[in-house]
């Protein structure tokens, strides 16, 4: 079945350092990717996808590139900010499903300090 | 353009009861789908609606039931309520053309005592 593996968190930074999530899915198909973001007390927020090998999604300042040769869909921003605070989720969407389905991993939880 | 709106934001519960939670799509959808989030937890696909019918179902009893109406709103019904069952119940909407955008609302905080 299908499946997504995040890194454990929390992922503690400083403003406006360096950020990498590390993502990597499995499927039996050619899934479209995502990545989620939850503020607290709050739903999903779609933050950017990705539908076929080698996109880059990006949003805000963050990117994400689908790599079909490892299976991976890591997000990366060049400067964090406070405000970027949250949970981050990778998730995907199986087309052999055909129906609009969402396999997700567990979340990264970020804190950002000042 | 109201996005996915859900009812109620939080209610408790008593182990045994049931519970119904509400799910308004985002407009020009036409399907929806529920997911239970636990503390700490990915969110997990309950099961998806589309013309009032349910077209696919995750791993979850027959204690979790649903309903799609005509106006393309849903409602999520929970039986015998278990403890395990506290969770953020999200819905989320789509066109249903896959490839499609999903899109969340905010959930329903169900604690179960």
């Known amino acids: 079945g299908n499946s997504v593996t995040q890194m454990e968190g929390p992922v503690t930074l400083s403003e406006e350092a360096f950020l990498t999530i590390n993502c990597t899915y499995t499927a039996t198909g050619y899934p479209s990717l995502f990545w989620y973001v939850q503020y607290p007390g709050e739903g999903l927020q779609l933050l950017l996808k990705a539908t076929k090998a080698d996109d880059k999604g990006s949003n805000k300042g963050f990117e994400a590139t689908y790599r079909k040769e490892t299976t991976s869909f890591h997000l990366e921003k060049g400067s964090v900010q406070v405000s970027d605070s949250a949970v981050y989720f990778c998730?995907?969407?199986?087309?052999?499903?055909?129906?609009?389905?969402?396999?997700f991993g567990k979340g990264t939880m970020l804190l950002v300090s000042p | 353009d109201a996005g996915v709106t859900q009812s109620p934001t939080h209610l408790i519960k008593t182990r045994g009861q049931q519970v119904t939670l509400r799910c308004s799509p985002k407009s020009g959808h036409d399907t929806v789908s529920w997911y239970q989030q636990a503390l700490g937890q990915g969110p997990q696909f309950i099961f998806q609606?589309?013309?009032?019918?349910?077209?696919q179902r995750g791993n979850f009893p027959d204690r979790f039931s649903g309903h799609q109406f005509p106006n393309y709103s849903s409602e999520l019904n929970v039986n015998a309520l278990l403890l395990g069952d506290s969770a953020l119940y999200l819905c989320?909407?789509?066109?249903?053309?896959?490839?499609?955008?999903?899109?969340f609302g905010e959930g329903s905080w169900l604690t179960v005592v």
């Open positions: 998730a995907l969407s199986d087309p052999n499903s055909g129906y609009s389905t969402l396999t």
């Open positions: 609606y589309y013309e009032e019918e349910e077209r």
């Open positions: 989320a909407s789509s066109r249903t053309q896959s490839g499609n955008t999903i899109y």
